[in-house]
């Protein structure tokens, strides 16, 4: 019932910045927070940023000051501009979505995720 489009990864030299963002679509849901994850290998999923529908943000201590997570309520869409990216940033970016249903069931949806690799 729903799906997330990512879009905006890609390999930058450290310093650089990329824009990552992430609509949700489909129908007969309600989204409560949008935000994301990233995940590199052999390490588990972790909060990058997330946002709530009235503004309220969350930041992994690692890219406070660095990444600012924006929201389009209208449009569903999640942005997270990454500036000043370091190595330590690369990771496959998972969009997420925590989503109600038209019975106020609850869930989490994931996008596919885009690649972000920073390398010199």
């Known amino acids: 019932q729903v799906q997330l489009a990512e879009s905006g990864g890609g390999l930058v030299q450290p310093g650089e910045s990329l824009r990552l963002s992430c609509a949700a679509s489909?129908?007969?849901?309600?989204?409560?927070?949008m935000g994301w994850y990233r995940q590199a290998p052999g390490k588990q999923r972790e909060l990058v940023a997330d946002i709530i529908s009235g503004g309220s943000t969350n930041y992994a201590d690692s890219v406070k000051g660095r990444f600012t997570i924006s929201r389009d309520n209208a449009k569903s869409t999640v942005v997270l501009q990454m500036n000043s990216l370091k190595p330590e940033d690369t990771a496959v970016y998972y969009c997420?979505?925590?989503?109600?249903?038209?019975?106020?069931?609850?869930?989490?949806?994931w996008g596919q995720g885009t690649q972000v690799t920073v390398s010199s």
């Open positions: 489909g129908s007969g849901f309600s989204i409560n927070t």
């Open positions: 997420k979505a925590d989503i109600r249903d038209l019975n106020g069931r609850t869930f989490r949806y």
